[in-house]
């Protein structure tokens, strides 16, 4: 596997890249303390919605990963983002767990549990998904012409004990079943994702590496805007997965010591 080089700016996936569980990943506390040191600014990006930035800001930090709530971008401010852009004054179902309902409430959005007064459904990663809410979901879109919008893609998300069912098992129920599909999905791969990260970092999309386990997430997304994709085969793929799929990484690495930069100092222009 070829060695990638520095980069000036990194964006790093987390369940599965930085971390699986409440457990480090080999070498990443290292190598990104590493990265830093030579002058690469690094940010977080992550499709789960289940913790706020400042939650996983204080994970990472916990974990020896120092980081600022500011450093972390997820799918929950893309989804504000498109929300504000398209759908402004509008009413909302949330098929999700309470901290996306008030989130979306302290963005403005009036939140609702009447199928009959909902202008759209958001559907997220939400374990406590259950019957009731398919049903709101099914006769808000089917009944009352809501649109559908959802925060990721994710088939599943990983844990050390093989994963959970994530967004895109909830979104399948509802689309299946009332016959209409998401006009969008904000998380990795999508623009809106991409747009929120370029924001964050203030860096041209060439400058910037996307490392992460899920080439269909982590590596689409920086296909689409001309960032460095890095596949790290911690989480979700496999090699032979890597090998068969049609989205090809630009580096594909075993662990993240391989990002370790060299021993010259500096940043590369």
């Known amino acids: 596997m070829t060695v990638p080089p520095l980069f000036p700016a990194y964006a790093f996936d987390l369940d599965g890249t930085v971390y699986l569980g409440d457990d480090l990943l080999p070498g990443a506390a290292d190598t990104i303390a590493a990265l830093r040191a030579a002058g690469a600014r690094v940010v977080f990006i992550t499709n789960k919605p289940l913790h706020s930035a400042a939650e996983y800001a204080h994970k990472l930090t916990t974990l020896g990963i120092p980081t600022?709530?500011?450093?972390?971008?997820?799918?929950?401010?893309?989804?504000?983002?498109?929300?504000?852009?398209?759908?402004?004054?509008?009413r909302l179902l949330a098929i999700a767990e309470p901290l996306l309902a008030d989130e979306l409430a302290r963005a403005g959005f009036a939140?609702?549990?009447?199928?009959?007064?909902?202008d759209v459904v958001v559907v997220s990663f939400d374990r406590t998904f259950t019957y009731a809410k398919l049903l709101a979901a099914f006769r808000a879109v089917r009944e009352h012409g809501a649109a559908i919008v959802a925060t990721n893609p994710d088939p599943y998300c990983p844990t050390p004990d093989g994963g959970l069912p994530?967004?895109?098992?909830?979104?399948?129920?509802?689309?299946?079943?009332?016959?209409?599909?998401?006009?969008?999905?904000?998380?990795?791969?999508?623009?809106?994702?991409?747009?929120?990260?370029?924001?964050?970092?203030?860096?041209?999309?060439?400058?910037?590496?996307?490392?992460?386990?899920?080439?269909?997430?982590?590596?689409?997304?920086?296909?689409?805007?001309?960032?460095?994709?890095?596949?790290?085969?911690?989480?979700?793929?496999?090699?032979?997965?890597?090998?068969?799929?049609?989205?090809?990484?630009?580096?594909?690495?075993?662990?993240?010591?391989?990002?370790?930069?060299?021993?010259?100092?500096?940043?590369?222009?």
């Open 166 to 269: 994530d967004c895109a098992a909830m979104l399948a129920a509802i689309e299946v079943s009332t016959g209409r599909q998401a006009e969008a999905i904000v998380g990795k791969p999508s623009a809106h994702m991409a747009r929120a990260l370029l924001d964050r970092l203030d860096v041209p999309a060439a400058d910037v590496a996307v490392v992460g386990d899920r080439l269909t997430t982590d590596v689409a997304m920086s296909r689409h805007i001309g960032a460095t994709g890095i596949l790290v085969l911690t989480g979700a793929t496999t090699a032979e997965a890597a090998e068969a799929s049609t989205i090809s990484a630009d580096y594909v690495v075993e662990t993240l010591n391989q990002l370790r930069p060299a021993t010259r100092p500096g940043v590369p222009t």
């Open 111 to 118: 939140v609702t549990d009447d199928p009959a007064e909902t």
């Open 68 to 90: 600022p709530a500011d450093d972390v971008v997820t799918a929950v401010d893309a989804l504000i983002d498109y929300l504000l852009t398209h759908h402004r004054g509008r």
